[in-house]
């Protein structure tokens, strides 16, 4: 198995980041009833990337074991902003943020940080420009005009009462 | 064990039907979405333990898609609630791709993974019910910018040096 393969292993397997889970989901006041899914979803989120390193970490997949690693980082990226999101109009809207997304949104930022160690910052950069400015709508893509658009485009794709 | 905290159960008001954050709730109908774990139980060989995880995973990008459509759920929230629509959809897009190039990995080592196929197969289900409400041309030019992103990534050491 390749080096790096072996270390993210390493590092997800440890008890930092079971400890980083408990201590989120504590902080935000998960209830008891909750922490089985919190830990259910962290331990997913685990066993996805141990996969990768079983599947990809064998000597000769480097590139493609990088790019993976980079892609993970990227889609944890996006469930992090979006946990914060949903808290942030929580909070706006109802006073406080629901205790899950908060735990979840740490739990996401736990496994980043574990992936960042073997990731080029350069390349932490952009993915992480290009995250933030697609949430944030200031993508080029998504202009407000085909915004409008798009909603009339779903409207007709998902007719009242489908 | 089941789903703990569902969107429907947290009295929170429900989004509009005939508004996108309403057609994103119905995007994450947990019934439509445990429809599709029971296909791909079906058509597989998982374990007990396996089929329950496949549930668990399900129910949670149920409840992803139905957060967010609750917490983005006025008719003001639209003009932000379609790049966050776009976000989510790349994040279950990179899901998906990271099972799928597992799954081939696995097959070329002859070691298959039907637990990875299962959560690649509904993965891709409910990323189809989420494509219906993005423009395509986004989903293209979003997709093809997250790849190009990302085949620009190589490992440090194999970094091509400038001479000069």
């Given at each position: 198995?390749?080096?790096?393969?072996?270390k993210?292993a390493?590092?997800?397997?440890?008890?930092?980041?079971?400890?980083?889970?408990?201590?989120?989901?504590?902080?935000?006041?998960?209830?008891?009833?909750?922490f089985?899914?919190?830990?259910a979803?962290?331990?997913r989120?685990?066993?996805?990337?141990?996969?990768v390193?079983?599947?990809?970490?064998?000597?000769?997949?480097?590139?493609?074991?990088?790019?993976?690693?980079?892609?993970i980082?990227?889609?944890?990226?996006?469930?992090?902003q979006r946990h914060?999101?949903?808290?942030?109009?929580?909070?706006v809207?109802h006073?406080?943020?629901?205790?899950?997304?908060?735990?979840?949104a740490?739990?996401?930022?736990?496994?980043?940080?574990?992936?960042?160690s073997?990731?080029?910052?350069?390349?932490?950069a952009?993915l992480?420009?290009?995250?933030?400015?697609?949430?944030e709508g200031?993508?080029?893509?998504?202009s407000a005009?085909?915004t409008?658009?798009s909603?009339?485009?779903?409207?007709?794709y998902f007719?009242?009462g489908? | 064990?089941?789903?703990?905290?569902?969107p429907?159960?947290?009295?929170l008001?429900?989004?509009?039907?005939?508004?996108?954050?309403?057609h994103?709730?119905?995007a994450?109908?947990?019934g439509v979405?445990d429809e599709?774990?029971?296909?791909a139980v079906?058509?597989?060989?998982?374990?007990?333990?396996?089929?329950?995880?496949?549930?668990?995973?399900?129910?949670?990008?149920?409840?992803?898609?139905?957060t967010?459509?609750?917490a983005?759920?006025?008719?003001e929230d639209?003009?932000?609630?379609?790049?966050?629509?776009a976000?989510?959809?790349?994040?279950?897009r990179f899901?998906w791709?990271?099972?799928?190039?597992?799954?081939?990995?696995a097959a070329?080592?002859?070691m298959?993974?039907?637990?990875?196929?299962?959560?690649?197969?509904?993965g891709?289900a409910?990323?189809a019910?989420?494509?219906?409400l993005?423009l395509?041309?986004?989903r293209?030019?979003?997709?093809?910018?997250a790849?190009?992103?990302l085949?620009?990534v190589?490992?440090?050491?194999?970094?091509l040096?400038?001479?000069?």
């Amino acid at each position: 198995m390749i080096a790096s393969a072996v270390k993210l292993a390493a590092l997800v397997s440890g008890p930092e980041f079971a400890q980083a889970v408990l201590t989120h989901g504590a902080a935000a006041g998960v209830s008891p009833e909750e922490f089985p899914r919190l830990t259910a979803s962290a331990l997913r989120r685990r066993g996805a990337i141990l996969d990768v390193c079983n599947a990809l970490g064998a000597k000769g997949d480097e590139d493609d074991f990088y790019r993976t690693l980079a892609a993970i980082w990227l889609e944890l990226r996006f469930e992090w902003q979006r946990h914060n999101l949903v808290s942030n109009y929580g909070t706006v809207r109802h006073g406080c943020a629901a205790p899950l997304s908060l735990a979840l949104a740490g739990a996401s930022s736990a496994l980043m940080a574990q992936l960042e160690s073997l990731l080029d910052d350069t390349a932490l950069a952009r993915l992480g420009e290009f995250a933030a400015q697609l949430i944030e709508g200031t993508h080029g893509v998504l202009s407000a005009e085909a915004t409008q658009v798009s909603n009339a485009a779903a409207h007709a794709y998902f007719p009242a009462g489908s | 064990m089941g789903y703990l905290s569902s969107p429907r159960a947290s009295g929170l008001p429900l989004p509009q039907p005939n508004t996108l954050a309403g057609h994103l709730w119905m995007a994450g109908d947990p019934g439509v979405i445990d429809e599709m774990v029971s296909v791909a139980v079906a058509s597989l060989n998982l374990s007990e333990a396996e089929i329950e995880d496949l549930r668990l995973y399900a129910q949670e990008r149920s409840a992803a898609i139905q957060t967010l459509a609750q917490a983005l759920g006025h008719a003001e929230d639209e003009p932000e609630l379609y790049p966050t629509i776009a976000a989510l959809w790349l994040e279950l897009r990179f899901d998906w791709q990271r099972h799928n190039e597992v799954m081939n990995y696995a097959a070329t080592r002859i070691m298959p993974l039907p637990r990875v196929a299962a959560h690649g197969a509904v993965g891709s289900a409910i990323l189809a019910r989420l494509e219906d409400l993005l423009l395509p041309e986004h989903r293209d030019e979003l997709a093809g910018h997250a790849i190009r992103l990302l085949e620009a990534v190589v490992p440090p050491q194999t970094q091509l040096v400038n001479p000069s």
